[in-house]
Nanobody, 124 residues
């Protein structure tokens, strides 16, 4: 198992940046594909981005391509989400999640482990 704790959320003006971190417990962090999802009020949780175990492949939702960057440091058991050019529509609770095995990185049901979430609020 792995336990995940997000940090780095906050209040930011449109056009600004935030960097989220996801710290994982355990010694098997490098075994997991890591993903970031978000959930806005009244909406379903949606895929944002994912990174494979070694960091060699990433995937992004169209809505964040070119603005968000996912990365990971397996030596520090941490995944990151750099968010630039933030928009009010990026406002949501952001969750990191971990997935073992194959299957679509976009599929929320593939992720067995979740953090508690961190709030990101973008104002115009």
């Amino acid at each position: 198992q792995v336990q995940l704790v997000e940090s780095g959320g906050g209040l930011v003006q449109a056009g600004g940046s935030l960097r989220l971190s996801c710290a994982a417990s355990g010694r098997t962090f490098s075994s997991y594909t890591m993903g970031w999802f978000r959930q806005a009020p009244g909406k379903e949780r949606e895929f944002v981005t994912a990174i494979t175990r070694g960091g060699g492949r990433t995937a992004y939702a169209d809505s964040v391509k070119g603005r968000f960057t996912i990365s990971r440091d397996n030596a520090k058991n941490t995944a990151y989400l750099q968010m630039n050019s933030l928009k009010p529509e990026d406002t949501a609770v952001y969750y990191c999640a971990a997935k073992l095995g194959s299957g679509s990185d976009y599929d929320i049901l593939r992720y067995a482990y979740w953090g508690q979430g961190t709030q990101v609020t973008v104002f115009s």
